[in-house]
Each structure stands twice: as structure tokens, then as C-alpha cells.
């Protein structure tokens, strides 16, 4: 299970910190994932990290956000750093069994948490 938290209302150029608590399986052998959904949009990749420690983010949050985890506690974390309204979206982890490789395409993730809402202010 996965389970999403740390969002808010922040106003732009703001920070917050998500964190994505992970339980029932070894953390360290999946390869993570963040994703985001804006109203009326469709969900989108935002970052990965494989097992290794690879990251890979889009280029709207390249040089902003920041993926990384903490195997001992089983926690993954998107800090967001320079928000801007457009970043506003519900915010959802996920954990893939593809772990050797950074992971952008939805499908290809086998858990999901339930999502934390950010919303940015301008």
C-alpha cells in the first residue's frame, strides 16, 4: 500500500515537501513514481526514480522538484520547490516492479496511493 501526504495551499513560488509512505512489500526493490492530475486533464508523469537511484523528471518541473527515497523508511518524497499555479493538481505515488529503469508511462506501475491535493495560488 501507498500512502500519499503533505499537500496544501501554498502560494506561487512556494514549497512543499510530498512524502509517499510505503507498507506491505520491500520498498527497496520497486522503482517510484510521481504522478499529478490537474481538473480536466489527464494524469501526468512529473518524476521517477528507479531502484538504483535513477531519476528522470518532465521538463515542466526539471530544475524545481526533486525525487528521492528513504529505504529505511520506506518513504519516498517529491520536494517542490518555485511553484507555480500551473503545478496545481491532485499529486499521486506509485511503485512499479520495473525497477531498473526510470518508469514514465502510467500503466506500467503496479501500485497507486490515493493522492494529496497542492494547490498554488498566484
Known amino acids: 500500500q501507498l500512502q500519499a501526504s503533505g499537500g496544501g495551499l501554498v502560494q506561487a513560488g512556494g514549497s512543499l515537501r510530498l512524502s509517499c509512505a510505503f507498507s506491505?512489500?520491500?520498498?527497496?526493490?520497486?522503482?517510484m513514481g510521481w504522478f499529478r492530475q490537474a481538473p480536466g486533464k489527464e494524469r501526468e508523469f512529473v518524476a521517477s526514480?528507479?531502484?538504483?537511484?535513477?531519476?528522470y523528471y518532465a521538463d515542466s518541473v526539471k530544475g524545481r522538484f526533486t525525487i528521492s527515497r528513504d529505504n529505511a523508511k520506506n518513504t519516498m518524497y517529491l520536494q517542490m520547490t518555485s511553484l507555480k499555479p500551473e503545478d496545481t493538481a491532485v499529486y499521486y505515488c506509485?511503485?512499479?516492479?520495473?525497477?531498473?529503469?526510470?518508469?514514465?508511462?502510467?500503466?506500467?506501475?503496479?501500485?497507486w496511493g490515493q493522492g494529496t491535493q497542492v494547490t498554488v495560488s498566484s
Open positions: 506509485a511503485a512499479t516492479g520495473d525497477r531498473y529503469s526510470v518508469v514514465v508511462v502510467a500503466t506500467r506501475y503496479n501500485y
Open positions: 506491505g512489500r520491500t520498498f527497496s526493490t520497486y522503482g
Open positions: 526514480m528507479s531502484w538504483s537511484d535513477y531519476t
